[in-house]
């Protein structure tokens, strides 16, 4: 009967590196969560991770990603207001200036957690309420 080896996970360098893609994986969602909805469900999930991670880095990202949605939601709400103020002709042009604000930070913030494990991403733009 042979043994089967034990290997412990203090010891291997594996679990470094695990941590370090687990870490990056977890912060990029925290921003990716932004595609699922623009409700409840998708601030929800960086609130989530913010309540159950300790690792500093992932909290600040998830920070970083509750206020832009908050900002995106006060922009949005913002643009509505002034839309229906102008009959839609502000909106017709606010809003694709918003849409585009929107994609392609959110995108810019994945594709920087992913690459740079060490550095928060900081939506500019933005109030830091949380």
Partial sequence: M???PVFSKTT??????E???NRNWIAACAHASIFISVFILSIGIPILIFL????EFVRQ??????NFHLN????????????????GVIGLILFPIWFVYHWS????????C????EEPFYYPLIFRLF
């Avoid at 291997?12 to 590196?17: D, E, M, N, Q, V």
């Avoid at 159950?52 to 690792?55: I, P, V, W």
């Avoid at 913002?78 to 009959?87: E, K």
């Fill in 72 to 87: 995106l939601w006060l922009y949005g709400a913002a643009i509505a207001l002034i839309s229906v103020l102008s009959f």
């Fill in 114 to 117: 992913l690459r740079n494990p």
């Fill in 52 to 55: 159950d991670t300790e690792d």
């Fill in 61 to 66: 990202n998830t920070t970083e990603a509750i």
């Fill in 19 to 21: 941590r370090v893609i």
């Fill in 105 to 112: 930070l959110s995108i810019l913030a994945v594709i920087h």
């Fill in 12 to 17: 291997s360098s594996h679990s470094i590196l």
């Fill in 2 to 4: 042979s043994q089967i």
